[in-house]
């Protein structure tokens, strides 16, 4: 016969203060599965280091809907932008593991901890790493009088003129702003750097012609490519998008193993049960095989990954060791 806990605890504490003790001890040794077969019985919330209406912010709010859907409880998006992601990931990282909290962590995570002297966290250990989404790769385009139409014209073009080439971005420390870093170091060429506050003026910029080259976000980027008001040299994930088929990757133009871009995943502080983790996993997978999701990220020139969490965390480390080393040799430093 099966007893429910609170049953238990009742029963034995008549027997003093050992029997208290020995009730507890069985509250803390229940099955994780008894735990889990009642999750989620309360609404879940899903933190962003991100504002509303970015693929992020977008991401999250389709998955939990879909969770929504599936299991009849909340899922509310948390945005708390700021600090680089930070403010969100130490947040999460200190939240009850319960499975009632998630994260998402992106490629903002893995170049903080070489990027910020220091952090209230730890992305790998203060986390269990669920499932990576997606990863969405960056775009290198130029203005069109700059006199090339592929990357290496590109790098003999700059050889040429050292130090002459500018190259902006959102801003120091940025997944753009260290790819052109990466770009820089496997060609052996010399730019400028030239951050800007935010990926809009540094796209207006380049459109404009005051700068001359942009590692930039396929969303934010391709349609001034489509245009014609800027050249699209080469995408950087190591393969060909499927959105924009005709451009070809800067790998197979030269830079082997040339491969940046943003991810986007979910994550629960360390500490909560396997089986919720489990339970989260197969559900998140679930909800990312949507046609409605992989229709819009598809357009977004996403190439969908549904790893497992052993996976994704070594994928999160080999991350933390790529970006770092981005970080080291552009001199890139945040108080």
Same mark, same amino acid.
């Given at each position: %016969? ?20 020995? &009730? ?12 889990? /077969? ?19 912010? %977008? ?44 994260? %998402? ?47 290496? @014209?590109?790098?003999?073009?700059? #050889? ?50 005051? *700068? !001359?080259?942009?590692?930039?976000? %396929?969303? +934010? ?30 790998? @197979? /133009?030269?830079?082997?193993?040339? !491969?940046?871009? +943003? ?13 919720? *983790? ?8 679930? &909800?990312?095989? &949507?046609?409605? *999701? ?8 996403? $190439?969908?990954?549904?790893? =497992?969490? $052993? /996976?994704? =965390? ?13 970080? #080291? &040799? ?6």
């Amino acid at each position: %016969m099966n007893f429910h806990p609170f049953f238990i605890i009742r029963h034995l504490s008549f027997g003093g203060a050992v029997s208290g003790a020995l &009730a507890l001890v069985l509250v803390l040794t229940l099955p994780a599965t008894t735990i889990a /077969q009642s999750y989620p019985s309360r609404t879940i919330r899903y933190i962003v280091g991100y504002t509303p209406g970015g693929t992020a912010d %977008m991401l999250a709010r389709a998955v939990g809907q879909k969770l929504n859907e599936t299991w009849g409880q909340p899922v509310l998006v948390e945005n708390r932008p700021g600090g680089g992601t930070n403010i969100a990931t130490e947040v999460a990282a200190k939240s009850p593991p319960d499975g009632y909290t998630l994260f %998402m962590p992106t490629v903002a995570n893995a170049i903080n901890p070489t990027l910020y002297p220091k952090l209230g966290y730890d992305p790998i250990r203060d986390f269990v790493n669920i499932i990576n989404f997606a990863k969405v790769p960056g775009i290198l385009v130029v203005h069109p009088s700059v006199p090339v139409k592929n990357a290496k @014209e590109l790098i003999a073009l700059a #050889k040429a003129h050292p130090d002459q080439l500018r190259h902006g971005s959102p801003g120091i420390g940025s997944p753009h702003h260290l790819a052109g870093e990466i770009f820089k170091t496997m060609s052996g060429v010399k730019m400028i750097h030239v951050p800007y506050r935010g990926a809009s003026p540094a796209i207006a910029d380049v459109v404009a012609g005051h *700068i !001359e080259v942009y590692f930039g976000a %396929m969303v +934010s980027t391709l349609p001034h490519a489509r245009n014609g008001r800027l050249r699209a040299l080469g995408v950087t994930s190591l393969k060909r998008v499927a959105a924009v088929p005709d451009i070809a990757s800067l790998d @197979e /133009q030269g830079l082997k193993g040339f !491969e940046t871009g +943003s991810w986007f995943g979910m994550a629960v502080p360390t500490g909560t049960p396997r089986d919720i *983790i489990n339970k989260l996993h197969t559900e998140a997978v679930r &909800a990312i095989a &949507a046609r409605d *999701i992989r229709d819009r990220m598809i357009a977004e020139g996403a $190439e969908f990954v549904d790893d =497992t969490p $052993e /996976q994704f =965390t070594g994928f999160f480390k080999a991350e933390i060791v790529k970006w770092g080393k981005a970080v #080291k &040799a552009s001199g890139a430093k945040v108080d």
